[in-house]
């Protein structure tokens, strides 16, 4: 098993010898390793499992550090840049040669971002290289916002997990990029779109793209618990599911039904916070897949604010037809 810790020099000793190292961020937890290092990324997409198509981001802990691995930052994305980090904001920026291919996938842009957690920012200032970091949980699963939830799915693979606490954010960064001068969202995320529109004006959105996603976290089948996850009106679901005698769990927005003595169920928020609710989202769907449910029931949220990410999240978490 891996050792849960705060030591940011052993951290930092982990990482320099090519090993990968579990670190909290304001989103989620990610898989770090030197990005400068070949051997350290592939070693993220075995120890993920992850396929090769699916292109990693890089994170530093300040804008001159970015700017040397990029060719140059095209200014309504400096803008964003200098307004939102650190914080849960991706970047993609066209790559320096420096960068290898691995870490994009072959595509010309690398995925950039400041997270905002001090322990991590205190690591990322001591070394002299970014971090490669994935969210820290096996391709396709639910993404980690616990050190436990590190250690339950990775810990037989890493050394060390640095300890930062309950993810502030729970959801992973928003990404942007450009296109023909218009900023572009490709995954949905802890800053909210308005927020980057206030700071941008126009911008769009290319998040619900399938088959070939330019953000695979984009797949249809993503964030998903092992039990079937339905999302819909959970008054109907749960008198179905009562009819047929099955046990489930329910993951509700604010209410709590009606159930039977030990059917699992957890409001994200019961006073209809969305923040709270993404601070929740990816801890409940892991506390419901480990029970012993037959099947998750599910509704959606709001479709507004941070309730567009979730809602993104349920929809690609969710059994298809
Ligand atoms: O909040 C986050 O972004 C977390 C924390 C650990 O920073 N990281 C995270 O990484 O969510 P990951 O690998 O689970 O998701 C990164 C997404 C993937 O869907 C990937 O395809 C996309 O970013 N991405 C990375 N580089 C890209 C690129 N060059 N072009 C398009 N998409 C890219
Ligand atoms: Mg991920």
């Given at each position: 098993m891996?050792?849960?810790?705060?030591?940011?020099a052993?951290?930092?000793?982990?990482?320099?010898?090519?090993?990968?190292v579990?670190?909290?961020t304001?989103?989620?937890?990610?898989?770090?390793?030197?990005?400068?290092?070949?051997?350290?990324?592939?070693?993220?997409f075995e120890?993920?499992n992850?396929?090769?198509?699916?292109?990693?981001?890089?994170?530093?802990?300040?804008?001159?550090?970015?700017k040397?691995?990029?060719?140059?930052?095209?200014?309504?994305?400096?803008?964003?840049a200098?307004?939102?980090?650190?914080?849960?904001?991706?970047?993609?920026?066209k790559?320096?040669?420096?960068?290898?291919?691995?870490?994009?996938?072959g595509?010309?842009?690398?995925?950039?971002?400041?997270?905002?957690?001090?322990?991590?920012?205190?690591l990322?200032r001591?070394?002299?290289?970014?971090?490669?970091?994935?969210?820290?949980?096996?391709?396709?699963?639910?993404?980690?916002?616990?050190a436990?939830?590190?250690?339950?799915q990775?810990g037989e693979?890493?050394?060390?997990?640095?300890?930062?606490?309950?993810c502030?954010?729970?959801?992973?960064?928003?990404?942007?990029?450009?296109e023909?001068?218009?900023?572009?969202?490709?995954r949905?995320?802890?800053?909210?779109?308005?927020a980057?529109?206030?700071?941008?004006?126009?911008?769009?959105?290319?998040?619900?793209?399938?088959?070939?996603?330019?953000?695979?976290?984009?797949?249809?089948?993503?964030?998903?618990?092992?039990?079937?996850?339905?999302?819909?009106?959970?008054?109907?679901?749960?008198?179905?599911?009562?009819?047929q005698?099955?046990?489930?769990?329910?993951?509700?927005?604010?209410?709590?039904?009606?159930?039977p003595?030990g059917?699992?169920?957890?409001?994200l928020?019961?006073?209809?916070?969305?923040?709270?609710?993404?601070?929740?989202?990816?801890?409940?769907?892991?506390?419901?897949?480990?029970?012993?449910?037959?099947?998750?029931?599910?509704?959606?949220?709001?479709?507004?604010g941070l309730?567009?990410?979730?809602?993104?999240?349920l929809?690609?978490a969710?059994t298809?037809?």
């Amino acid at each position: 098993m891996a050792e849960i810790g705060r030591d940011i020099a052993l951290a930092k000793a982990y990482l320099e010898q090519g090993d990968l190292v579990g670190i909290p961020t304001e989103t989620v937890y990610g898989l770090a390793g030197n990005a400068l290092d070949e051997q350290a990324v592939v070693r993220i997409f075995e120890t993920k499992n992850r396929p090769a198509f699916d292109p990693l981001i890089l994170h530093t802990d300040s804008l001159e550090k970015v700017k040397s691995f990029v060719t140059s930052i095209p200014e309504p994305l400096g803008l964003l840049a200098r307004e939102f980090w650190p914080g849960p904001l991706t970047v993609l920026l066209k790559k320096k040669a420096m960068i290898s291919d691995l870490v994009t996938s072959g595509l010309d842009r690398v995925a950039v971002r400041i997270p905002n957690h001090p322990l991590t920012l205190d690591l990322l200032r001591a070394l002299d290289f970014p971090l490669a970091a994935p969210s820290a949980n096996p391709f396709g699963y639910i993404s980690p916002t616990q050190a436990i939830h590190v250690q339950a799915q990775l810990g037989e693979k890493i050394d060390y997990i640095l300890d930062g606490g309950p993810c502030a954010i729970g959801l992973e960064s928003t990404i942007v990029g450009i296109e023909s001068g218009t900023v572009v969202i490709y995954r949905m995320g802890g800053l909210d779109l308005s927020a980057i529109e206030k700071c941008v004006g126009n911008i769009s959105i290319r998040s619900h793209s399938s088959s070939h996603p330019a953000a695979p976290g984009q797949l249809k089948s993503h964030y998903a618990p092992r039990k079937p996850l339905f999302v819909g009106n959970l008054d109907q679901m749960i008198q179905e599911k009562l009819d047929q005698g099955s046990r489930f769990g329910v993951l509700s927005w604010t209410k709590n039904y009606a159930l039977p003595e030990g059917f699992p169920q957890y409001p994200l928020s019961e006073t209809g916070d969305l923040a709270e609710a993404a601070r929740n989202l990816f801890g409940y769907l892991r506390h419901l897949d480990e029970s012993e449910v037959a099947c998750i029931l599910s509704e959606w949220l709001p479709e507004v604010g941070l309730g567009r990410a979730i809602n993104d999240r349920l929809r690609r978490a969710a059994t298809m037809g």
